[in-house]
């Protein structure tokens, strides 16, 4: 039955690759089609923060805070009315001075504020939140543990060997995979937050401590100027050194890695996506039609009166089929990659995270994609129907993965290949290989779909 | 299988035998429509064997039967003593198919063409090349093997179909109308092809066509399938006979106004096998019409007896029963309709 199913596999290949009209349909249409699609709904030509305003975003803070120098510090309330979009100079009350919350734009130009990007709230209950999350009202929940700002307050004083004994909790951003941009710029500020309050804190921690190793006497000084409740809030303050205006806008200077993109790859990489597989799911029509002209020609009668089963025309429909989508898909994906490149003036794939975890979704979407026709072989029976039945098909599964822009709630997003595809493939462009999942559930799909298909094809079709 | 039925397929050198295949389809309105009705068949090894019967008497769904496109509702099909429903692949690796359509991919070449049911089939290696060179010779498309067969002529094309079907070397071959839209010499050829399968290779060929010559010319035997039953099954002068037809002769006379109705009763009463004797005028010619059993053997005593009479003969035409009226007499209707 392998050896069958391959030597049709490799027939349809050949007959596919060595055509050039299939060639245009099945990779050229494709690819122009995207660009434009992703041209359109990707907003290219506006690279700007405008796109992006109020994401939806909830904060739980659990941070009980601690005391620094006699003066109670609660870093999380910082991050809440950071993300809340606060003016932190003015509201931070006694040392205001020495606490200027650098909110200016960058290079002059205006600045988005955090009050625009986020529209957040903040939630109590941490399980609720992640509901939130999970339903799609949220891009993403921010969650700061209780031990967040005594993990973040360094050791002072005499006999002080280490700044930190203990490493600092860190805060959870649990986000839509859907929404890999939103989610990426809640995690982009909280990140910058968290590490700009470190440095900051080890920074004057260091420099105190040394103070007091080359004069012990400095100490006694120190804990008498913290009775002075302006030289503590400054010493608090200093600690605290709120670096919100690490994000004042949306678009830096320019990518200091892979993972630092401009928001138009950022949006290319995932609408492209999309869109590639949807265009993907063209070549399961393809596989249809073969099937159909295969009988109309009765070249498929004359296959099934050889010693070649029904299961292995099909697995050979299905192998040849997976093939092509999986070629598809990779230059729909080194195409899409040249174009970024050109966005950010540099070579780069963008899904170069991880190859292994690149083909481990590959291989089962395309399979799925393969699966998808093999089931519409068995229900169109005539070649004037799979452009009516097929495309309605695509349309649907590519609106419920989100190719169109927008995004389905769960869990109706996960009845589509498109949604375990693109999300997997939105984790990869974020450098997140955790894509098991995805590769799982788009494998049981791809195979289930050929069971279904194979049973309705060995039962229902005449040949 | 059937053990009973498998042992006797060998013993009585009976390649294909079906048994009791019944099959009903559903019409659009939901009423049954009886395909095919307790159909016996057999076909010996070595002979050609020719399926007539008028359209949907049950002829596609039978061959469909035979080769494994389509399950029957009841009966069997035993082919080389392999039961076609439980050893599908060991009865279907003994059938070779010619389909009517042509079945091939006309952006392959002739060879790859060849190449891709041959290896469907089994073959490999030295002996596929070796297959395809020789059927390549076979169907006489050797000079053009390398070229698509998208651009070759309608025969080319339907040598090819033919070949195809005969690479693997089946022991029974099953060809649908081959000759159907091709010009007289591409059929010739065919038909020459058909008999030296069965003399060179001692091929077992299963036959349909709509051309009664074709099938008369090469047949060993013949069935009628008509309202899907087999209704006459043997070799074409049995059915004849079977049929209860006879020969006509036609004797043109130089002068035919000097025949007489005396000498007509005359000839009726004693020439052997004479069943009607009757005159035919026109323009002031006549043409004595005999109808008897064995026509050839009339012949002779009835151009005696003419002479007797002083009647010169300008030509004599011996018409025997063939298949078409046969089959008109036994289906109703004439084998194109």
């Known amino acids: 039955m392998a050896a069958a199913a391959i030597l049709i596999a490799r027939k349809d290949l050949y007959l596919r690759f060595s055509n050039r009209a299939s060639l245009l349909f099945l990779l050229a249409l494709p690819l122009g089609l995207s660009l434009i699609i992703t041209l359109v709904f990707g907003n290219l030509g506006e690279d700007g923060p405008a796109s992006l305003r109020d994401i939806p975003l909830a904060i739980a803070n659990l941070d009980e805070g601690t005391t620094q120098q006699g003066q109670a510090i609660n870093f999380g309330d910082g991050l809440l009315q950071l993300l809340g979009g606060a003016d932190l100079a003015g509201g931070a009350g006694a040392g205001a001075a020495a606490c200027t919350f650098a909110a200016a734009a960058v290079s002059g130009e205006p600045a988005l504020t955090l009050n625009e990007l986020f529209a957040m709230q903040e939630v109590q209950d941490v399980a609720a939140g992640r509901n939130m999350v999970d339903s799609g009202e949220l891009a993403a929940l921010v969650v700061i543990p209780a031990d967040f700002s005594a993990g973040l307050s360094p050791q002072i004083g005499l006999g002080a060997d280490t700044l930190y004994p203990q490493a600092p909790a860190p805060i959870e951003v649990y986000s839509d995979g859907a929404r890999a941009l939103e989610s990426q710029l809640v995690s982009a500020v909280v990140t910058s937050y968290s590490e700009r309050l470190l440095a900051g804190n080890i920074a004057l921690g260091s420099a105190i401590n040394a103070l007091i190793a080359q004069e012990p006497l400095s100490a006694l000084r120190l804990a008498a100027a913290g009775e002075d409740e302006a030289i503590a809030g400054a010493l608090a303050c200093g600690f605290a050194d709120l670096a919100g205006g690490a994000v004042t806008r949306l678009q830096q200077a320019g990518p200091a890695d892979e993972h630092d993109l401009r928001q138009s790859t950022r949006v290319l990489a995932f609408v492209g996506m999309a869109q590639a597989t949807f265009f993907a799911l063209f070549a399961a029509q393809f596989g249809v039609l073969g099937v159909i002209e295969e009988r109309q020609a009765g070249t498929l009668q004359r296959i099934l009166t050889t010693a070649t089963t029904r299961s292995a025309f099909l697995a050979g429909k299905l192998l040849g089929t997976w093939v092509t989508a999986l070629f598809q898909l990779l230059l729909l994906l080194v195409a899409l990659s040249l174009f970024a490149s050109l966005i950010e003036g540099r070579l780069f794939f963008l899904w170069s995270a991880s190859l292994p975890a690149l083909f481990a979704i590959l291989l089962p979407l395309s399979l799925a994609v393969a699966g998808l026709g093999v089931v519409l072989v068995a229900f169109v029976q005539r070649s004037e129907q799979i452009g009516a039945i097929g495309a309605l098909v695509n349309i649907v599964l590519a609106m419920l993965g989100g190719a169109y822009g927008f995004t389905v709630p769960e869990p109706w997003s996960w009845l589509s290949l498109v949604h375990w595809g693109v999300d997997g493939m939105a984790r990869l462009g974020n450098g997140d290989t955790d894509v098991g999942l995805n590769a799982l559930v788009l494998s049981l799909q791809g195979l289930a779909l050929f069971g279904i298909g194979l049973w309705f094809f060995r039962r229902r079709v005449e040949v | ?337």
């Open chain 2, 1 to 337: 299988m059937d053990t009973r039925l498998a042992e006797r397929t060998t013993t009585l050198e009976t390649l294909l035998e079906a048994r009791g295949l019944n099959k009903q389809y559903k019409r659009e309105d939901g009423s049954p429509l009886q395909a095919l009705a307790d159909v016996d068949l057999g076909i010996r090894r070595g002979e050609i064997y020719s399926l007539l019967g008028p359209n949907g008497a049950g002829k596609t769904t039978l061959i469909s039967i035979i080769s494994g496109l389509l399950a029957p509702d009841s009966g069997q099909v035993v082919i080389g003593g392999h039961d076609l429903q439980r050893e599908s692949l060991a009865a279907r690796g003994l059938l070779g198919v010619v389909p009517q359509e042509l079945a091939l991919y006309e952006d392959l070449s002739a060879r790859q063409n060849l190449r891709f049911f041959g290896r469907l089939s089994g073959l490999r290696g030295r002996d596929l090349e070796q297959r395809i060179d020789d059927t390549l010779a076979f169907v006489d498309l050797t000079e053009r093997q390398r070229e698509r067969a998208s651009r070759f002529s309608g025969g080319m094309k339907r040598r090819l179909n033919i070949g195809i079907g005969l690479l693997h070397r089946p022991q029974l071959v099953y060809m649908d109308e081959p000759t159907v839209g091709v010009d007289p010499q591409s059929r010739r050829r065919i038909l020459d092809s058909v008999l030296r399968l069965r003399a060179e290779q001692g091929m077992t060929v299963l036959y349909t066509t709509h051309l009664m010559e074709e099938a008369q010319e090469i047949s060993d035997r013949v069935g009628i399938i008509d309202h899907g039953r087999l209704i006459a099954e043997g070799r074409v002068r049995d059915l004849v006979l079977q049929a209860g037809e006879q020969d006509r002769l036609e004797i043109d006379l130089m002068d035919g106004s000097r025949l007489e109705a005396g000498l007509l009763q005359e000839l009726e009463r004693n020439l052997p096998g004479a069943a009607r004797v009757q005159l035919e005028r026109s323009d002031g010619q006549g043409r004595l019409v005999v109808h008897a059993d064995r026509g050839r053997q009339v012949l002779s005593p009835l151009i005696t007896a003419l002479g007797t009479a002083g009647l010169e003969v300008r030509s004599v035409t011996v018409q025997e029963p063939n298949l078409e009226t046969v089959f008109l007499q036994l289906t109703g209707r004439a084998l194109r309709d």
